[in-house]
Nanobody, 116 residues
Framework: VQLAESGGGLVQPGGSLRLSCAASGFTFSSYSMRWYRQAPGKERELVAGMTSAGGRTAYADSVKGRFTISRDNAKNTVYLQMNSLKPEDTAVYYC??????????WGQGTQVTVSS
């Protein structure tokens, strides 16, 4: 099982980034997907989530209207489009796949830094 995040980097405030998470080793279309983030000295927090078929999404209040989660089950990939980025969005972003409580997988994370 592997979840490989990509797309992080350094961006100025107000800028945009698109994170990708490529999945392998499990039936991607059967899993709900989430993005989490963890800033230095803070707990990991849920940013966005999407059901397996993509019919439902949910977002943290801090990113609503700025971030969009999407998935392509044909490509086994989930995305996080991040617009109007703020310095407080700086964190390591992690991809998470889950099905019930028994099957939970994590990626290694990708760094996002928002700074001028």
């Amino acid at each position: 099982v592997q979840l490989a995040e990509s797309g992080g980097g350094l961006v100025q405030p107000g800028g945009s980034l698109r994170l990708s998470c490529a999945a392998s080793g499990f039936t991607f279309s059967s899993y709900s997907m989430r993005w989490y983030r963890q800033a230095p000295g803070k707990e990991r927090e849920l940013v966005a989530g999407m059901t397996s078929a993509g019919g439902r999404t949910a977002y943290a209040d801090s990113v609503k209207g700025r971030f969009t989660i999407s998935r392509d089950n044909a490509k086994n990939t989930v995305y996080l489009q991040m617009n109007s980025l703020k310095p407080e969005d700086t964190a390591v972003y992690y991809c998470n796949a889950f099905r019930g409580t028994q099957y939970v997988y994590w990626g290694q994370g990708t760094q996002v830094t928002v700074s001028s």
